[in-house]
């Protein structure tokens, strides 16, 4: 059995895919932990007016569950509110952000998949 607890892990500060301000960052698994074509699982914490930047990846899917908090995520420049439940694909070649507008922190969970 494999277990990580994202709550007790070492995180990392940066700002990530060029968004605004720096966000706590933990890499849970990455590519060789896995036996399928899974590439990472993170998990993020957003302070409030931060962001991931705008961008997109080629051959790979990803998913955003939101843990925690509200924010905005933008997919091919269709902008979306989205809240504490939702869960978001973001299909290869699909371009796509996060930010957190609001006051309070936004936590999310991030796999990627490579097709």
């Known amino acids: 059995m494999i277990v990580k607890?994202?709550?007790?892990?070492?995180?990392?500060?940066?700002?990530?895919?060029?968004?605004?301000?720096?966000?706590?960052?933990v890499?849970?698994?990455?590519?060789e932990d896995f036996m399928t074509k899974l590439k990472f699982l993170n998990y993020a914490e957003l302070p409030p007016h931060t962001s991931i930047g705008y961008h997109k990846h080629r051959q790979d899917e990803e998913i955003y569950i939101i843990l925690e908090g509200s924010g905005r995520m933008t997919v091919n420049e269709e902008v979306r509110e989205v809240r504490?439940?939702?869960?978001?694909?973001?299909?290869?070649?699909?371009a796509h952000s996060l930010e957190n507008h609001t006051d309070e922190v936004l936590k999310v969970l991030v796999f990627e998949v490579d097709l």
């Open 5 to 25: 607890n994202y709550l007790e892990a070492e995180f990392t500060m940066g700002r990530s895919h060029k968004g605004n301000g720096e966000i706590k960052n």
């Open 27 to 31: 890499q849970l698994f990455k590519n």
């Open 84 to 94: 504490q439940g939702d869960v978001l694909i973001n299909r290869p070649e699909w």
